[in-house]
């Protein structure tokens, strides 16, 4: 039998690369050769437009039997194929959000965007960040989305997947007066997940100023809470294979940090791991407990994202893979797998590893799917 994998892409933003007092200077990347695992090729479906964004990957599969299933898991048996689930947005104010799917083994066949039921206002759903939680017992896959709920509040959205007949429906609509503008979550329950703020008021005044008023909180299915504060740029979040830790990426600090969960979801950091990189969105192999970490080296072109379209710039893509010890609490090694300095693959935002093939997804029009022969 074959194994569901579930991957989701959608919206970020963010920088990578090198070290610097002002968030708002490119990263020095001159010393960098553009490289890569094994042969890349772009993944069919995507428009060559502004319209149309890939960025927030999430890959759901595997055997269930690698772990307990009281534990948060990403992957589970639930059909006889092998697909990855990419979501995208559009991020012009008439192009809808779409959720598209991948199949890692008909690569050639690119994306197809999956239907939606359910009682999703469309016209308001602009997907950003996401997480897959698998109901073990059930046998079924729910994928929480951050929207950016156009021209209301922001809100996380609950789909439940339908594996055979490839649909998504919409579930529930979670809203709290602690989402305020939200980048990414990772779920801990069917009901429960963490969230992150990643700026408060105005994300281009608060760059150029270097101003550290990002948060992540804790929503327990009732209600949201701040856990930690005082965050310059927080991009991505995601746990550890067994559940454990939490990893955040924090722009503006250029560092991937690790954090222990405690038994009230409150976190204390336990690393920081300097990366030197304006780090974006975050994933684990769940089969080897590696981190995998993208990016992209000019927060201006994150900026010009958020805004009217100028399309005048490229940016620097690069993707990390830390390998971890200690269940995941410790990070004993980095491999910079890939760096393109943006004229082939530009504004990289998201990384993930499923069978020696790495997924990237990026702020740009384009998605990438590169060979990792050295793995």
Same mark, same amino acid.
């Given at each position: 039998?074959?194994?569901?994998?579930?991957?989701?892409?959608?919206?970020?933003?963010?920088?990578?690369?090198?070290? =610097?007092?002002?968030?708002?200077?490119?990263?020095?990347?001159?010393?960098?050769?553009?490289?890569?695992?094994?042969?890349? !090729?772009?993944?069919? %479906?995507?428009?060559?437009?502004?319209?149309?964004?890939?960025?927030?990957?999430?890959?759901? %599969?595997?055997?269930?039997?690698?772990?307990?299933?009281?534990? $948060?898991?990403?992957?589970?048996?639930?059909?006889?194929?092998?697909?990855?689930?990419?979501?995208?947005?559009?991020?012009?104010?008439?192009?809808?959000?779409?959720?598209?799917?991948?199949?890692?083994?008909?690569?050639?066949?690119?994306?197809?965007?999956?239907?939606?039921?359910?009682?999703?206002?469309?016209?308001?759903?602009?997907?950003?960040?996401?997480? #897959?939680?698998?109901?073990?017992?059930?046998?079924? #896959?729910?994928?929480?989305?951050?929207?950016?709920?156009?021209?209301?509040?922001?809100?996380?959205? =609950?789909?439940?997947?339908?594996?055979?007949?490839?649909?998504?429906?919409?579930?529930?609509?979670?809203?709290? $007066?602690?989402?305020?503008?939200?980048?990414?979550?990772?779920?801990?329950?069917?009901?429960?997940?963490?969230?992150?703020?990643?700026?408060?008021?105005?994300?281009?005044?608060?760059?150029?100023?270097?101003?550290?008023?990002?948060?992540?909180?804790?929503?327990?299915?009732?209600?949201?809470?701040?856990?930690?504060?005082?965050?310059?740029?927080?991009?991505?979040?995601?746990?550890?294979?067994?559940?454990?830790?939490?990893?955040?990426?924090?722009?503006?600090?250029?560092?991937?940090?690790?954090?222990?969960?405690?038994?009230?979801?409150?976190? !204390?950091?336990?690393?920081?791991?300097?990366?030197?990189?304006?780090?974006?969105?975050?994933?684990?192999?769940?089969?080897?407990?590696?981190?995998?970490?993208?990016?992209?080296?000019?927060?201006?072109?994150?900026?010009?994202?958020?805004?009217?379209? =100028?399309?005048?710039?490229?940016?620097?893509?690069?993707?990390?893979?830390?390998?971890?010890?200690?269940?995941? !609490?410790?990070?004993?090694?980095?491999?910079?797998?890939?760096?393109?300095?943006?004229?082939?693959?530009?504004?990289?935002?998201?990384?993930?590893?499923?069978?020696?093939?790495?997924?990237?997804?990026?702020?740009?029009?384009?998605?990438?799917?590169?060979?990792?022969?050295?793995?």
């Amino acid at each position: 039998m074959r194994r569901l994998a579930v991957v989701v892409c959608i919206v970020g933003f963010v920088t990578l690369f090198g070290s =610097k007092t002002s968030w708002t200077q490119p990263v020095e990347t001159n010393d960098i050769s553009n490289h890569q695992p094994g042969l890349c !090729s772009q993944v069919p %479906g995507f428009y060559v437009s502004y319209l149309f964004l890939s960025d927030g990957c999430e890959l759901g %599969g595997f055997s269930r039997m690698w772990f307990p299933a009281q534990q $948060p898991m990403h992957y589970v048996i639930l059909d006889d194929a092998e697909y990855s689930l990419a979501f995208s947005f559009g991020k012009h104010p008439t192009t809808l959000g779409k959720l598209l799917l991948f199949d890692f083994n008909k690569p050639k066949h690119g994306v197809r965007q999956l239907h939606i039921l359910g009682y999703l206002d469309r016209g308001r759903f602009s997907p950003h960040g996401l997480n #897959i939680w698998i109901d073990i017992k059930h046998n079924l #896959i729910y994928i929480f989305v951050v929207n950016h709920n156009a021209n209301t509040k922001e809100t996380v959205e =609950k789909f439940l997947f339908d594996a055979k007949r490839r649909r998504l429906y919409h579930v529930r609509t979670y809203d709290d $007066p602690a989402f305020i503008h939200l980048a990414d979550i990772v779920a801990t329950g069917k009901e429960s997940f963490y969230f992150i703020n990643f700026f408060r008021y105005d994300l281009n005044w608060e760059v150029h100023r270097s101003l550290r008023v990002g948060n992540v909180g804790f929503y327990d299915g009732r209600r949201g809470r701040t856990v930690l504060t005082g965050l310059g740029i927080p991009t991505g979040i995601m746990t550890s294979s067994d559940g454990r830790y939490v990893y955040m990426a924090e722009l503006g600090a250029e560092t991937l940090n690790i954090y222990a969960r405690k038994t009230d979801y409150a976190l !204390s950091l336990v690393q920081e791991v300097p990366l030197n990189s304006f780090v974006d969105k975050i994933d684990v192999d769940v089969a080897t407990g590696d981190v995998w970490v993208a990016g992209h080296g000019d927060i201006e072109f994150l900026l010009d994202d958020f805004g009217p379209p =100028k399309n005048t710039s490229v940016s620097p893509s690069q993707v990390f893979r830390l390998s971890m010890s200690d269940g995941g !609490s410790t990070m004993i090694g980095v491999e910079d797998v890939y760096y393109n300095d943006g004229t082939e693959f530009s504004g990289s935002t998201v990384a993930v590893h499923y069978r020696r093939h790495v997924l990237i997804g990026s702020i740009d029009t384009k998605m990438l799917l590169c060979e990792v022969r050295h793995a």
